[in-house]
């Protein structure tokens, strides 16, 4: 049986938040749903006055309309986000298995169905194999910089010691 990785994802606590903001819940019942949600208005403002010709409730109304149909345009961008996301992570997946099975000669197999059998059978030996001699490698590394870090400071001493000896003889 083939092992699948489990699939990345945005939290989905974080999507729920962003598509299904918290409205307090209005006192009275009878309010519209605008009311219900707290924007700031800028009504105050005489230019604002002036320009409209309207009072200020209406401006403070038409200013939460405007903030609704942001909130709502800023969702729909966010949920062609997440659909984008998903695909290109689908994208990926795909393309790291074509590679992997393409690496491991998967496309050049033998018709013959003994030759099959044995290959299925040494395959995942094969897998780990190279994924051992990846963590060896990266030890590997991790080990030569901390030698060439020694080295480096085995030469300090040195040169101190050098110093001290011939501060001595002088």
């Known amino acids: 049986m083939r092992k699948t990785n489990p699939p990345r994802r945005i939290k ?3 999507v729920k938040q962003l598509l299904n903001p918290r409205v307090p819940v209005a006192k009275k019942l009878d309010l519209p749903s ?3 949600i707290r924007v700031s208005t800028y009504t105050k403002d005489p230019y604002i006055q002036e320009r409209s010709n309207l009072p200020k409730n209406a401006i403070a109304k038409v200013i ?3 903030a609704l149909g942001r909130r709502y345009l800023v969702r729909v ?5 997440v659909k984008v996301f998903h695909a290109a992570l689908i994208i990926q997946s795909a393309w790291r298995g074509y590679s992997t099975r393409k690496l491991l000669g998967f496309y050049k197999r033998k018709k013959c169905p003994d030759c099959n059998r044995i290959l299925n059978m040494l395959l995942p030996d094969l897998r780990s194999l190279r994924l051992e001699l990846h963590h060896i490698s990266q030890k590997h590394e991790e080990l030569a910089v901390i030698v060439s870090k020694y080295e480096q400071a085995f030469r300090y001493l040195f040169d101190q010691v050098a110093k001290l000896q011939k501060g001595n003889k002088e």
Do not use: E
């Open 77 to 81: 961008r966010f949920l062609k986000y």
């Open 12 to 14: 989905p606590s974080v």
């Open 64 to 66: 939460k309309v405007q």
């Open 34 to 36: 605008i009311n219900k």
